[in-house]
C-alpha cells in the first residue's frame, strides 16, 4: 500500500515528521477552531536525532513520515523538549518501535516523563548549556522553564541556524502549508496573539528574560521550528517582535466590555458603557459570553488596557458563564489593566461586588464605582453607565497618553 504521509523538508539536514489534526477543537478550555499540528522533526546526522513526538492517535502518521526519509531503526537518538502529552504521548510506543540508543530530555523533563510513563525507558537528563554530539553535527540545549511547563527547553542546530522552540512561537493551526510565509500575515498574527494569550501569557516575565538569554546566546538562527503549527523561515524578526511586545503588555487605547446577562438588563448597561467609551476615543470589544468562549476575550484582552466586566445575579452569585471566563482570566494573569464592575440583579444583588472582589485579586484597578441596578435600568442608570466609560477612558488616556 502507498504511503500517503510524506517528510517534507525543512533545511539541509532536518525534516518535518509531524502530524495535522484537522479535527481537534479544545486545548484544555482554549477553543481551536481551527485545528493544530504536532511537530516533530528528524535531523539526518551521522547519528540520526528525532526531536519531539506527537500526540498518541498520531503515532503512525509519524512513523509513515520518517519512513519515506529513512528506516527508523536507523534513529540513534530521540530528544524531547517538552513532555506534555501532545508531544510525548506516543514517546514510549515511538521508544518501542525504534530502540534508540538513547532519549534526551531536560532535568526537569526526565522526571516528568518517567511520571507521566512509569515504565518508560531510562531517559538522559541535559543541563542549560549542554552540547549533545550527533556525530558530524551538535545539538545544544537552552532550558526554558515555564515557558510553558517546567521541562521546557530549546534545541538548536548550528549546522542548519534552526531552533527547535517547543511551544514557544508555535500557533494552533491546522494546515498543508508547513512554512509560515505560505500563510497570510493576518492569519499568523491573529493565531499566534491566540495562542500566546490562553498559553503563555501568565509566564509574560519569564518569556523576557528567555528572549535576553537566546540573545545572549549569540547564536544565529534562520528558522525556528515549533511543535504546534508552521515553521518560521521568514520574518522571524516580525514573531520575536511580536512575543517582545506581548511578554511586556504594555496597554493600548482598548477597553474590553466582558459581561453575561439573563433578561437583556445588564446587556443594555454594557451597551452604554461602551457607547461613551468608543465617543472618547476608545476601541471598544462588546462581548457576551452567552455568545463568546473565554479564549477569545483573552485574545481581545492581551492588548486592551481597561477591563469591563458585569453579570447579572442568579443564586446570590454571578452568573455560570462570567464566573468561568473570570477564572479563566485570573490563571492567565493579565497585567497592566484598569476595570470597572456593573450589573443587574432582581433581589439579592451580590454579582457586581464578587466581580469587583475579584478584579482586586486580579490586581487590576478598579478606578470607578460600580453601577448596579434592581431589575430594568432606566434612562438615570443608563447615563451613570456612561458615566462609567467616561471615567475609564478618561483614566486610560491620561495613563497611555492621548
Keep these: 500500500m502507498e504511503n500517503i504521509y510524506n517528510a517534507i523538508k ?9 502530524a495535522i489534526d484537522w479535527t481537534v477543537r479544545d486545548f484544555h478550555g482554549y477553543t481551536t477552531p481551527h485545528g493544530s499540528t504536532y511537530n516533530a522533526y528528524l535531523v539526518m546526522a551521522e547519528n540520526i536525532t528525532l526531536i519531539d513526538t506527537v500526540k498518541a492517535p498520531f503515532l503512525d502518521e509519524m512513523m509513515a513520515r520518517i519512513k519515506s526519509v529513512v528506516d527508523p531503526a536507523k534513529i ?9 502529552m501532545d508531544h510525548s504521548g506516543c514517546l514510549p510506543q515511538a521508544i518501542n518501535l525504534i530502540k534508540p540508543e538513547k532519549v534526551f530530555a531536560s532535568t526537569v523533563g526526565a522526571k516528568t516523563l518517567k511520571e507521566h510513563f512509569h515504565d518508560i525507558s531510562a531517559i538522559i537528563p541535559v543541563k542549560d548549556g549542554e552540547v549533545l554530539s550527533l556525530g558530524n553535527m551538535e545539538l545544544r540545549f537552552m532550558e526554558t522553564r515555564m515557558i510553558h511547563w517546567p521541562d521546557s ?32 500575515w493576518a492569519t499568523l498574527e491573529y493565531e499566534e496573539a491566540t495562542y500566546y494569550a490562553n ?17 545572549a546566546t549569540g547564536w544565529p538562527i534562520k528558522i525556528i521550528a515549533p511543535d504546534h503549527g508552521p515553521i518560521w523561515r521568514q520574518d522571524l524578526d516580525k514573531i520575536l517582535a511580536l512575543y517582545q511586545k506581548w511578554a511586556t503588555q504594555m496597554p ?26 468608543a465617543e472618547a476615543g476608545i476601541r471598544v470589544k462588546l462581548m457576551s459570553m452567552n455568545e463568546f468562549h473565554r479564549s477569545e476575550v483573552v485574545y481581545e484582552v492581551l492588548n486592551a488596557g481597561a477591563l469591563i466586566v458585569g453579570s447579572s445575579t442568579l443564586n ?26 456593573f450589573g443587574s440583579y432582581g433581589w ?12 482586586k485579586a486580579m490586581k487590576i484597578e478598579i478606578v470607578t464605582e460600580p453601577v448596579k441596578v434592581k431589575n430594568v435600568p432606566d434612562e438615570a442608570v443608563l447615563l451613570q453607565c456612561r458615566e462609567m466609560g467616561k471615567k475609564v477612558a478618561a483614566e486610560l488616556k491620561k495613563r497611555i497618553g492621548g
Excluded: C
Aim: proline share 5%; charged share 20%.
Design 10 to 18: 525543512v533545511s539541509e539536514h532536518v525534516y518535518w515528521v509531524g
Design 76 to 84: 540513534k537518538y530521540i530528544v524531547s523538549n517538552h513532555s506534555e
Design 153 to 184: 527547553m530549546f534545541s538548536y542546530l548550528p549546522a542548519d541556524e534552526l531552533l527547535f522552540s517547543q511551544d514557544a512561537f508555535g500557533m494552533h493551526l491546522a494546515t498543508l502549508e508547513r512554512f509560515a510565509d505560505e500563510i497570510p
Design 199 to 215: 498559553i503563555v501569557l501568565p509566564y509574560s516575565p519569564i518569556v523576557l528574560k528567555a528572549l535576553q538569554k537566546l540573545t
Design 252 to 277: 493600548e487605547k482598548k477597553a474590553v466590555v466582558v459581561y453575561a446577562t439573563m433578561w437583556h438588563s445588564t446587556e443594555k448597561m454594557a451597551e452604554a458603557i461602551g457607547e461613551a467609551l
Design 316 to 341: 446570590n452569585n454571578i452568573l455560570p458563564q462570567m464566573a468561568d471566563v473570570m477564572t479563566y482570566l485570573k490563571g492567565l494573569k493579565p497585567a497592566n489593566l484598569i476595570g470597572a464592575a
Design 348 to 359: 439579592s444583588g451580590e454579582a457586581v461586588g464578587d466581580l469587583q472582589e475579584i478584579l
